[in-house]
């Protein structure tokens, strides 16, 4: 665990000291919770649309976080060539189908965005990854229906087909790449009472992936130091309201031996 700790420490300081720039194509409703979580960890976020401009901001960055939780023919545009050049550049992409399994344009979208260009990392909640796998999964809206472990076969089944890393958000969180299985069950149940709690997960990932090309290290090591924050945030008072302030506090805080002495972390 001490070493698991210090290689989630590691990546910290790495993102603290290059404050690398991702860049997310992600829903309205979210932009500023997670352009402040990036921050608070030490990178730099831009919000980058126009289909425009998406390619050449791309280039400049150091990972694209892709996020289908607000749709609209413009964003698929701009996810389409961002998704395509970052695979072209070799740049780390993070992919978030939010509300994948609720109606039938975004199923599409998310097809078509996985078959053009896959993703390194796919970050969703269990209703999501079960749905993208294929398993006509119910969801609530953006909300799970089911617990996260009940998407470990679905989430292993994208990994393989996908060739990427698969995160299923929920009271514990899983992290699957092939064989490797990692479960964090840091946290907080207040953080489901926040808005943009699991699209601040995934933008979190990018900075990670930014900065350790091991993909399955990098998701695992993002979700840890969103549950830690998560549980400092909810320590200092229990209402969603301050605990959006106090996550960002906690991200910008957080030390090595806090890591250390919370990390909740299993792997096989």
């Known amino acids: 665990m001490a070493q698991s ?14 404050a690398p720039l991702i ?9 500023n919770n997670t352009a402040n979580a990036l921050l ?20 400049i960055s150091s990972a694209l976080v892709v996020n289908i939780g607000t749709l609209d023919s413009t964003f698929v545009a701009g996810m389409k060539l961002a998704m395509q050049r970052a695979k072209a550049l070799g740049k780390p992409v993070v992919f978030d189908p939010v509300g994948v ?45 089911f617990g996260s ?8 089944r994208l990994s393989s087909v996908w060739s990427c890393v698969v995160v299923v958000s929920g009271a514990v969180d899983y992290i699957i790449q092939g064989e490797r299985v990692a479960a964090i069950a840091n946290g907080h149940p207040l953080m489901a009472k926040v808005t943009g709690m699991g699209c601040t997960a995934t933008a979190l990932t990018g900075a990670f992936a930014a900065v350790n090309t091991d993909y399955f290290q990098a998701a695992t090591h993002a979700m840890a130091v969103m549950g830690i924050a998560g549980e400092l945030a909810a320590e200092q008072k229990s209402a969603p309201g301050s605990l959006q302030v106090n ?19 299993t792997q096989s």
Request: aromatic share 4%.
């Open 5 to 18: 700790s210090q290689a989630i420490w590691t990546d910290v300081e790495h993102i603290r000291v290059q």
């Open 23 to 31: 860049h997310n194509i992600t829903n309205f409703v979210v932009m």
């Open 40 to 59: 608070a960890l030490g990178a730099s976020p831009a919000m980058v649309h126009a289909p425009e401009e998406v390619e050449e901001f791309v280039a």
């Open 101 to 145: 399994g609720a109606t039938t344009f975004r199923n599409q979208v998310s097809q078509e965005l996985l078959t053009l260009a896959a993703p390194d990392v796919i970050r969703g909640n269990a209703s999501e990854i079960m749905a993208l796998a294929g398993l006509n999964a119910q969801t609530k809206g953006v909300d799970s229906l």
């Open 149 to 156: 472990d009940a998407a470990i076969d679905a989430a292993k």
């Open 247 to 265: 996550f960002l506090d906690a991200l910008h805080e957080l030390t090595a031996a806090t890591i250390t002495d919370r990390l909740q972390l």
